[in-house]
């Protein structure tokens, strides 16, 4: 009686250590599906001898990425962005560097199917930044339209 007994306590015993393992097992793979992709995406600026590339990786709402401006005769300014995106508005922080210095101002990018559109608006600086004064009051007209390209 007393084997019979053991028998079943450890028979119940292995079985809600089975349990345990499964939904274990289930959780993991739960988790791991709702982790974001990442995802890398790239555009270009090109009017005249102006040129302007933007290389982002999105994971979920946040972006980080290269974006670099070369304009015709001028000091290129070159540098990292890092931002999320709002609805449809990259809203970032592009730290570059031109002429020796490196700065940080405020960026924000509309996106419009394959485009991204920079807007522009009133800017101050604050804590060493420019930032924009008020978002609600950028303009995004075709000034700077960033055309999706292949990423190289």
Known sequence: MRIIG???????????????KITGQKDNDTTAANIPLEEQTCYSYIKGKDTAHLSLITTGVASTG??????????????????????????????????????????????????????????EEKDGKVRFKDLSKLKFD???VFEKVACK
């Not at 053991?6 to 345990?20: M, V």
């Not at 304009?71 to 890092?82: L, R, S, V």
């Not at 709002?86 to 996106?111: C, I, M, P």
């Open 6 to 20: 053991a028998l079943i306590i450890s028979a119940c015993l292995f079985s809600c250590q089975e349990r345990t």
């Open 142 to 144: 075709d000034a700077m």
């Open 66 to 123: 290269e974006l670099n401006y070369k304009w015709f005769e001028k000091d290129k300014n070159m540098g990292t962005i890092e931002g999320e995106m709002h609805g449809d508005t990259l809203f970032a922080n592009y730290t570059f560097n031109s002429e020796g210095k490196q700065s940080v101002r405020q960026v924000a990018f509309l996106k419009k199917g394959n485009q991204l559109v920079e807007g522009f608006g009133d800017v």
